[in-house]
């Protein structure tokens, strides 16, 4: 039977910070969000969150609600405006925006004091001695700016290989594998490309099992630093590479 993998992941920090991934992403205007763009990419994270068997927090739920009832707002027909109203209507993405440039704000923020903080302990000057780098100073994902949701979107691609577009549920796809015995496989295959290895080409079976597997064994590699992620520029592929110290 196939186990199922519950995870939590310090890379996901709530819906608000995958909405601004996606307009980041897709260079949208915060203040003239394409809400029906947005809650489509914003669905297809849900989804692919859903067929890696993540432990999806309620929040992103409820923020997909959000999404769609703004969406359904949008396309009510507009409202006979009273006099009164002086030509003035709401639009249903107000809220959201103010919420989105309030949490880019306090985002940007944290990562200036966060920055501070590094320069102050740079400047730190005491004896010379033998230095030994904590796993707490490292990065919890991936060594270069690639983030959890960079790793999503490539999972997007994955599940949606054209050659992969057929039921995954039979017996004879089915393929069972642990955890720990991929993540070898895997850092073998990594240490074998000193130039690095395409993330989609560590998914060679189009077994769902087999997918989740890969993929949650690849999460691990990275957060016991022994992997990382990279992308030159936004929509490229992702490029594993072994981790140097």
């Known amino acids: 039977m196939h186990e199922s993998y519950s995870v939590r992941l310090d890379g996901f920090e709530g819906p608000l910070d995958l909405l601004l991934h996606l307009i980041n992403r897709y260079e949208i205007d915060i203040y003239d969000i394409p809400v029906a763009t947005i809650t489509a990419q ?6 692919t969150m859903q067929q890696l068997e993540l432990n999806i927090a309620s929040e992103y739920l409820v923020m997909a609600a959000t999404l769609l009832a703004i969406k359904s ?26 919420r989105l440039i309030e949490y880019r704000k306090y985002k940007e923020a944290a990562e200036e004091l966060k920055e501070l903080e590094h320069e102050e302990k740079e400047s730190y000057i005491r ?17 270069g700016a690639v983030s959890i949701y960079d790793m999503l979107a490539a999972m997007q691609q994955v599940f949606n290989r054209k050659k992969w577009n057929r039921p995954m549920t039979t017996t004879i796809e089915r393929v069972e594998i642990p955890i720990k015995q991929r993540m070898e496989e ?7 490309s000193p130039e690095g290895i395409p993330f989609i080409e560590l998914f060679p079976y189009p077994a769902k099992s087999h997918i989740v597997v890969t993929f949650m064994a690849m999460l691990e590699l990275m957060k016991e630093h022994l992997i990382y992620c990279e992308q030159e520029k936004t929509f490229d592929q992702l490029i594993l590479h072994k981790w140097e110290n």
């Open 42 to 47: 914003y669905m297809e994270y849900i989804h």
């Open 73 to 98: 707002a949008l396309l009510l027909p507009n409202q006979e405006l009273e006099e009164e109203d002086e030509g003035y209507e709401e639009d249903p993405r107000d809220e959201l925006m103010a």
């Open 127 to 143: 004896a010379p001695e033998k230095i030994e780098h904590s796993q707490s100073d490292l990065p919890k994902l991936a060594k």
């Open 186 to 192: 895997i850092l073998n295959q990594v240490v074998a």
